[in-house]
């Protein structure tokens, strides 16, 4: 019955809709401009991590795609954030570490000629950045034309019609599919025989860009955005960074590795704002007292002027962040702003489709829907946004997973991103990794909510691994609710953090208890058994 109901229904509707191939296969843009008065099922605005991991998704589900790449493939996390940061995290920690006579000791291995026979050659450093990001986007841009989705160079700009965009370089305009009229009667047989309704989607990826602050001159030289530095065009032997947070911790890891003097301007009253106090307090001990860096707190950069190269100093005027009184200049010979991102939506055709922007957020709700405005805004149909510019999660791997769960919505399953099981990690050495709030966060959404809040806590010290590696610094701090044992939350500093938290995000996706934590079992000697010491602490239990 079903398959002649579905018979009768799809010759009824040869009038509205192009022709129906199963399975489809991937298509052209060629191909798809046959189908019908559209081109695409799926429209995307921006290829970064979250475009990209969209788009795989989208020809997961069969549906024909397009991204429109603006020139940038792989977007600022493979070619001028969290990839190319990696290699020069990997190549100054190398140096650290081989100059690190004492710690080498330790291990019995003596370098010849001491810590000064060690040897970098910054050009090469820089190479390597630059040859791993051109690597990864040429691999992003290959798994897309494998699967069959159209690559348009240009950026996309939205036309005010909700189902087209324009390609800013060419002009030409795309369209993705349009819906098609069809009586109650005819909407109750395409449900009974599990057919979707035809969509005109369109998802917005643009990313974001670095934010430079007002009186800050920037020419990528002396005074530089994360985009500069991540070029090392130097090695400037004293570097002012502006901000505190995952950008700027990461940089000062890199220069003073390779020889820098660092000083940090941090508009808010302590260093590592955004962190969890006691992780953060911990990483002022590790990556900062101990290293040629020291800090100003309370003070913004209110006027950098850059320098020359070798002949004139940048200077940086600083005021107090509440009086706005002159404190202090200083001279050095680079600034990097470290300053935060801000959405890469201006000029997208936002205000033609009736949305607005905060400070170029676009509001969405939690399907990734846009909405037209912050506080009390209504659905656009049939137009999403992921990634930086919605503002919930600043990671790529959250866009990614926005991306994915804005497919899933537009497939006709609802599906919600956790965003307490998004984990994060700020890649210095040692490495700080975490997922949910921050302990003082905890407290008040405790409170709040009518639970009580559990703390446990492994040390990187008592285990076997971490000192045989030399490396006994850090913790492992696990937060659950006591009445019904759920992981609230984990923050993690010491070597590998980064890799460990996911088995704390995992937890936190599916609900898992510190009960049953405490009962699996963790292979040793390895790293992870600071974390399986933390969930048999929370339950009263010992571990070796």
């Known amino acids: 019955m079903k398959f002649l109901v579905a018979s009768l229904l799809l010759s009824s509707t040869s009038a509205f809709s192009p022709s129906i191939k199963s399975p489809r296969t991937p298509l052209s843009t060629l191909d798809a401009s046959k189908c019908g008065n559209y ?65 080498l000791s330790e291990f019995g291995i003596t370098v010849e000629g001491g810590r000064d026979s060690i040897k970098f050659d910054r050009e090469g450093v820089a190479a390597h950045a630059k040859n791993l990001a051109n690597k990864v986007k040429g691999n992003l841009e290959g798994s897309l034309v494998a699967l069959g989705v159209d690559i348009v160079e240009g950026r996309g700009v939205l036309t005010g019609k909700s189902h087209e965009v324009k390609d800013d370089a060419s002009g030409k305009v795309y369209t993705a599919k349009a819906y098609i009229e069809i009586s109650q ?14 969509k005109k989607d369109i998802i917005l990826a643009p990313g974001s860009i670095p934010f430079v602050p007002p009186g800050v001159t920037v020419d990528e030289k002396t005074v530089y955005t994360s985009d500069g530095a991540l070029e090392l065009q130097s090695v400037p032997e004293w570097v002012a960074i502006i901000g505190s947070g995952y950008i700027g911790l990461e940089f000062s890891d890199v220069y003073t590795a390779l020889g820098s003097e660092v000083t940090f301007i941090e508009a808010l009253p302590n260093i590592m704002p955004t962190f969890d106090k006691e992780i953060a307090k911990m990483a002022e001990r590790l990556l900062i007292r101990d290293r040629p860096i020291d800090y100003r707190t309370g003070v913004f950069a209110s006027e950098v002027t850059p320098g020359i190269p070798g002949e004139k100093p940048c200077t940086v005027k600083m005021i107090d962040a509440n009086t706005k009184e002159h404190v202090e200049t200083l001279e050095v010979d680079a600034v990097m702003v470290a300053t935060g991102r801000v959405p890469n ?35 656009v149909e049939g137009l999403w946004c992921i990634g930086d510019a919605n503002g919930k999660m600043m990671l790529a791997h959250a866009a990614s997973a926005q991306g994915i769960s804005a497919i899933e919505n537009i497939s006709g399953r609802s599906h919600v991103v956790n965003h307490d099981a998004i984990p994060a990690a700020c890649f210095t050495h040692p490495e700080i990794a975490m997922v949910g709030p921050t302990e003082e966060q905890a407290i008040e959404r405790a409170e709040k909510e009518g639970w009580t809040l559990g703390k446990s806590q492994g040390n990187f010290r008592a285990n076997s691994k971490a000192l045989a590696e030399l490396e006994g610094n850090g913790i492992a701090k696990v937060l659950y609710n006591k009445d019904n044992g759920k992981v609230v939350a984990v923050h993690i500093i010491g070597i590998h953090a980064a890799d460990l938290i996911q088995e704390c995000a995992n937890a936190v996706a599916a609900g898992t208890t510190v009960q049953e934590l405490s009962m699996m079992v963790h292979t040793h000697p390895t790293l992870c058994e600071v974390l399986d010491e933390a969930f048999k602490g929370a339950v009263g239990m010992s571990a070796h």
């Open 39 to 103: 081109d695409y099922d799926v429209i995307i605005v921006g290829c970064g991590v979250g475009g990209h991991g969209a788009a795989l998704h989208s020809r997961a589900q069969d549906l024909t795609t397009a991204v429109f790449s603006g020139r940038d493939v792989g977007g600022t996390c493979v070619n001028r954030g969290c990839v190319p940061s990696k290699a020069l995290l990997a190549a100054s920690g190398r140096v650290r570490e081989m100059q690190n006579e004492g710690h």
């Open 185 to 198: 009667q005819l909407l109750k047989l395409l449900i009974l025989v599990n057919l979707p309704k035809q």
């Open 345 to 379: 939506t201006k000029d997208m055709g936002l205000e033609e489709c009736g949305v607005e922007t905060q400070r170029g957020f676009v509001a969405v709700n939690e399907k990734m829907q846009v909405l037209t405005k912050h506080e009390g805004g209504e659905v």
